[in-house]
């Protein structure tokens, strides 16, 4: 485990440490993806070409899903999940809220994870059953927050048929808690709760690739990380916080039948 998050590490350092250095400008030639605002950089693809050839110079034969190259198939029971920027938003107009994500699975279940916020100088860690870590400082997220005074993040997907349902979601949420937090990037609303920054988080429509690495750093801080229903977190949905505050903010979202587009 401490290889795989040695690893991890340096890799998301040396991307995070390119894309500081060759950040765009809003005139870059960006592609889209899935709706007109569903942006790709050409750094988004260069990060995860770094990542993927670093992985593999080191791992040969480990398996690696990105987020812009898909699956890359092996017959090892290691895969790496790597979104090489998450919050490309935030990234492209210059806000600091991006980061560099890589887990590592074992057969299938997220045994090391590292969040790198390179415009922020911070690197989240995480291992299985060793705890979560924002570089030397052990992460424990907040206990004992009743619903009505939780600060709660959560993102929305591109899809127009999405956003419609996510909007009204959350103006059933925003006057039975403290406030909303809308970020930009998943991995690092993940981060923030572990760090007590915000209380609860969820979000439908994101993907193993956001969420891989700063749900482990969000369950070894002490909060539970779930879909609806004791399903299991996946893009349909996910829901994060300490157990108690996860209950109640289950109950007002499953009221409103939140995995569903318009
Ligand atoms: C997005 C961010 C955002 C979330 C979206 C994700 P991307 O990832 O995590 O916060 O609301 O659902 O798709 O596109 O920046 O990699």
Redesign the pocket.
Known sequence: MTEFLRLAEDIAREAGDMLLAKRPTMSEEIETKSSPT?VVTALDKASEELIRERILAARPGDRILG?EGGEEPGDSDVRWVV?P?????NFLYGLPDWAVSIAVEVNGKVVAGVVNLPARGEVYTAALGEGAWLGAERLRCNTGVPLAQALVAT???YGVSRRAVQGQVVAAVLPRVRDIRRG????IDLCSLAAGRVDAYY?R??NPW?YGAAGLVATESGARLEGLHGRPVSPEFALCAAPGLFEELHELLAAQNPERDA
């Open positions: 569903d987020e979104d920027i998450d919050g490309t938003v993102g929305f997907g930009g990037s998943c991995a979000e429509g994101i956001d």
